[in-house]
């Protein structure tokens, strides 16, 4: 059983930074590739930034392009997303995500079957 536990969130005001990250156990997931995305009151949840097993591959949205910085430790079996100059259009619950293939590169267009979730950490940024 693979849990994601997300830690890493709050309120920030606007311009600011946060980091989070989200701890696997149950096993290694060295090699799934991992992401995060992101729900924003009264939206539907969207797609942030993935990273590939290897971490040598990475993605990200428009709005998380320049500004957020996925990373892995897989020695860890966590994962990070440092988010820089954050707007309050920023403001959501922010799950973290993993690939249930191996060997993959990104989660980008899995099916939201196809993962394992976390319960979600929140980020307030404040105007």
């Known amino acids: 059983q693979v849990q994601l536990v997300e830690s890493g969130g709050g309120l920030v005001q606007a311009g600011g930074s946060l980091r989070l990250s989200c701890a696997a156990s149950?096993?290694?997931?060295?090699?799934?590739?991992m992401g995060w995305f992101r729900q924003a009151p009264g939206k539907e949840r969207e797609f942030v930034a993935t990273?590939?097993?290897?971490?040598?591959?990475?993605y990200y949205s428009d709005p998380a392009t320049g500004r957020f910085t996925i990373s892995r430790d897989n020695a860890k079996n966590t994962m990070y997303l440092q988010m820089n100059n954050l707007k309050p259009d920023d403001t959501a619950v922010y799950y973290c995500?993993?690939?249930?293939?191996?060997?993959?590169?990104?989660?980008?267009?899995?099916?939201?079957?196809?993962?394992?979730w976390g319960q979600g950490t929140r980020v307030t940024v404040s105007s």
């Open positions: 995500a993993a690939s249930r293939s191996s060997e993959s590169t990104s989660i980008v267009q899995a099916l939201p079957a196809n993962l394992y």
């Open positions: 149950g096993r290694a997931l060295s090699h799934n590739a």
């Open positions: 990273i590939s097993w290897s971490g040598i591959n990475t």
